[in-house]
């Protein structure tokens, strides 16, 4: 956790969330964030984590495909394109009324 993992963006996340993949990331910044909107995936701070994330997800297969569902939906609800252009749109449209 330091300055330049806090500022990564966790678009390498959303793609496999968008695809239905559970993911196992570094909680911090933007992973942070995307973790905190629902069961998409398991933090890991250090390499003993990692394989412990990594082996929870292998052994437990319905787990593994709850998370991925999730992961969908979170990705659909908040960093679609069809999300994201709304929010696009008002900002520029607050930035022409300045």
Not at 18 to 45: F, K, Q, T
Request: charged content about 25%; hydrophobic content about 40%; some cysteine.
């Amino acid at each position: 956790d330091d300055e330049w993992t806090r500022a990564k963006c966790g678009m390498k996340m959303l793609c496999h969330l968008s695809v239905g993949r559970p993911v196992v990331v570094s909680p911090v910044g933007a992973a942070n964030e995307i973790l905190g909107r629902g069961p998409v995936g398991l933090a890991a701070r250090n390499p003993d984590e990692w394989f412990d994330a990594l082996a929870q997800l292998y052994r437990d297969r319905q787990r593994c495909s709850e998370m991925g569902s999730c992961g969908r939906r979170v990705a659909e609800q908040y960093y679609s394109t069809r999300k994201v252009v709304h929010i696009l749109a008002r900002i520029f449209q607050e930035t022409v009324d300045a």
